[in-house]
């Protein structure tokens, strides 16, 4: 399916910000000069059509009393596939992702305390096949904004 | 960072998926078992004390049309970062800029994540950000694989 210019705007919007209003999209609709109705009925289109990964609230992890981190791993290339399953299994890693480089798996772990993110990175550590991990923590977040303009 | 149980249950009730219906807050907000105005009115706060980074939706970047994205990993001297940052962050094709540490065969301290329409102009956007910045030292590094890519569910323990 392609997106038309409505939907582009619609979706623009929608990235932009949900209002804290008892009626968000008849805000939204009023913005594009249509109903409220056609303005649920097209997002609920789109979302089962996949292009919109989530509606929903997105956290400052650092402000919950969480931290995370992003770690880089060397795997022997017959491991790769394992390891990613293993690295997948835990709720607090978030992403993971195989990427081109001498560090073949990225994936980003979100932990409340530093005990845990210990406990997962030596597990991981010690799963056949791993090489060595780079554990790479930010100090200094400047832009977390997934917003996509669409044209 | 002391959070009540009805801010955990907000946070809980809305880390998930946040309906498409007429009044989606109401629905939340009697989940939870508090009023519609409580709710926004905390909404409003969190937002305001910066807990809240956003309430909307992140699209399926491939699915709308930006089927190529890469981390640009970079070389910056500590002392030009916070210059660098400022002019890479202004473009809407950088949705993530972060400094990270070190390690003895990994020299990169400066990550940027870009999304453009193919590898080509992921290159070539890369070559204007150096341009721009004066930065020469960096690597792109394409996505081959997505094995996961989840939201955190935060309070769950």
Aim: overall charge negative.
């Amino acid at each position: 399916m392609e997106l038309t210019a409505f939907d582009k705007q619609l979706l623009n919007i929608l990235q932009g910000g949900v209002q804290f209003v008892p009626k968000p999209y008849e805000a939204m609709a009023r913005q594009l000069g249509v109903s409220e109705d056609r303005v649920i009925s097209r997002l609920q289109e789109l979302k089962k059509d996949g292009f919109i990964r989530k509606v929903g609230a997105f956290f400052n992890s650092d402000k919950l009393g969480y931290s995370g981190t992003l770690v880089a791993a060397k795997i022997e290339p017959d491991y790769v596939e394992d390891v990613a399953t293993k690295i997948n299994e835990y709720p607090e890693i978030t992403h993971n992702y195989q990427r081109s480089c001498g560090y073949v798996l990225w994936f980003t772990a979100i932990t409340n305390n530093d005990e845990r993110r210990n406990q997962i990175l030596s597990e991981i550590r010690a799963l056949p096949g791993v090489i060595s991990l780079l554990d790479l923590y930010s100090q200094k977040k400047y832009k977390i904004n997934v917003q996509f303009k669409l044209k | 960072m002391n959070f009540t149980e009805t801010d955990k249950k907000i946070i809980r009730a809305l880390q998930s998926d946040f309906p498409i219906c007429s009044e989606p807050y109401k629905v939340i907000a009697e989940d939870i078992g508090i009023s519609q105005e409580e709710l926004l009115q905390r909404l409003e706060d969190m937002k305001k004390e910066g807990i809240l980074r956003k309430m909307g939706a992140v699209l399926r970047h491939v699915e709308v049309g930006f089927k190529a994205n890469a981390l640009v990993v970079w070389v910056v001297p500590p002392e030009k970062m916070d210059e660098v940052a400022a002019k890479m962050c202004a473009h809407s094709e950088v949705t993530h800029c972060y400094d990270r540490n070190t390690a003895p065969d990994w020299p990169y301290n400066f990550y940027t994540m870009i999304h453009m329409d193919s590898k080509e102009s992921c290159i070539e956007f890369a070559r204007e950000l150096s341009k721009e910045t004066g930065i020469d030292q960096y690597e792109l590094q394409f996505t081959e694989r997505e094995w996961k890519k989840t939201s955190m569910q935060y309070f769950m323990e």
